[in-house]
């Protein structure tokens, strides 16, 4: 199983960014699909959860300003970030929980992609 993703960026702050990820391969379901991020010496922190069910979880500080949706007949998940701030900079990756079969489900993740915010 592969996530691939795309539509990191540079922009000022103040601006917007949609990043998309789409997972391929051997897939039977995906369960959650999620973002995380990682800010050069820091730790990797969860930013938005969504369940299959279309559950959803934000971190504190971007509620309201980022939106997670994900397509399940496609398994692609999406992420509209607005009114971006230089402290949103880092790498951004997918994350995804996929049932290769009925028995068995597997933690899978993107390689990457960088959001930078400008002040």
């Known amino acids: 199983v592969q996530l691939a993703e795309s539509g990191g960026g540079l922009v000022r702050s103040g601006g917007s960014l949609r990043l998309s990820c789409a997972a391929s391969?051997?897939?039977?379901?995906?369960?959650?699909m999620a973002w995380y991020r990682q800010a050069p010496g820091k730790e990797r922190e969860l930013v938005a959860r969504i369940t299959r069910d279309g559950e959803i979880y934000y971190l504190d500080s971007v509620k309201d300003r980022f939106t997670i949706s994900r397509d399940n007949a496609k398994n692609t998940l999406q992420m509209l970030m607005n009114n971006l701030r230089p402290e949103d900079t880092a790498v951004y990756f997918c994350?995804?929980?996929?049932?290769?079969?009925?028995?068995?489900?597997?933690?899978?993740w993107g390689q990457g992609t960088q959001v930078t915010v400008s002040s």
């Open positions: 391969g051997r897939i039977y379901r995906v369960n959650n």
């Open positions: 994350n995804a929980e996929v049932q290769i079969n009925r028995n068995y489900e597997y933690e899978y």
